[in-house]
């Protein structure tokens, strides 16, 4: 259900408080309060860590096996398949956030301190929430601006993290490479003198026009990098491609 309305888990938890419909598909009482949107990250980190989807495999094999589909010691062939990514696809202004922000929260963890000595004031209340609990700009022209300014903090933080004094342990996480491939994609920026003669350096921080979006270098979210735009014999989806050669 989660997945199918394109929700995230907290809004898929305020669903399941709040939504009547939502009530009667999972047989829940009308009072019901319902959970914490973390249960939901919880139970999938519960699935791969005990490897539960290998026992789901072997059930849909079982079956298989069962209605004649695939015979003992037998041999499968199929071809290459689309397997959706059970992900919501963010809008370029939520995309830029997000990966600022989960840039930010994993460094948090890691290196605190050192984020308290290079991170502005005004980052906390810009990146402490998630991008889609915050009310956005209503036109173009603050939403392009809004954009402007995230690219700019982003470009900040790489500045600060390419100095000397960066601890070596934040140089190559996976957090940051995402944020470097994000920005090289959608943002550019110039340097120039300033223009009052003082010859000190300005940037400028502009948004670039983005084509193609099937690209292979495209993440769709920092949360599932490996995720891709596809497009398929008219449909178009957003996963991973899966070769199968065989099932024995």
């Known amino acids: 259900?989660?997945?199918?309305?394109?929700?995230?888990?907290?809004?898929?938890?305020?669903?399941a408080r709040a939504r009547i419909d939502w009530k009667y598909l999972l047989a829940l009482e009308l009072a019901d309060p319902g959970f914490d949107y973390s249960v939901l990250c919880e139970f999938r980190s519960r699935l791969l860590k005990y490897d539960a989807e290998e026992r789901l495999l072997d059930r849909v094999l079982g079956a298989a096996r069962s209605a004649g589909l695939l015979k003992e010691r037998g041999r499968q062939r199929t071809d290459s398949t689309h397997v959706l990514g059970a992900l919501r696809v963010l809008?370029?202004?939520?995309l830029i956030g997000e990966t600022?922000?989960?840039a930010l929260n994993t460094i948090a963890v890691i290196e605190p301190d050192w984020l308290r000595k290079v991170a502005p004031s005004d980052w906390y209340s810009r990146y402490g929430r998630r991008i889609e609990d915050m009310r956005l700009p209503d036109t173009e022209t603050k939403r392009d601006a809004y954009?402007?300014?995230i690219g700019a903090d982003g470009y900040g933080l790489l500045?600060?993290?390419?100095?000397g004094t960066t601890p070596i342990v934040l140089r190559d996480i996976t957090a940051l490479t995402i944020l470097r491939r994000v920005w090289a994609r959608h943002f550019e920026r110039h340097r120039a003198s300033d223009?009052?003669?003082s010859g000190s350096p300005s940037t400028k921080v502009q948004l670039r026009v983005v084509r193609n979006?099937?690209?292979e270098d495209r993440i769709e979210t920092p949360y599932e990098p490996e995720a891709r735009f596809r497009s398929k014999r008219g449909m178009h989806r957003t996963g991973y491609m899966?070769?199968?050669t065989e099932i024995v």
């Open 147 to 149: 954009a402007v300014q």
């Open 1 to 15: 259900m989660q997945f199918r309305e394109g929700l995230s888990d907290r809004q898929a938890a305020e669903a």
């Open 100 to 102: 600022m922000r989960a």
């Open 242 to 244: 899966v070769h199968l």
């Open 159 to 163: 500045d600060a993290l390419d100095r």
């Open 213 to 215: 979006r099937g690209a």
């Open 91 to 94: 809008n370029r202004l939520e």
């Open 195 to 197: 223009v009052s003669g």
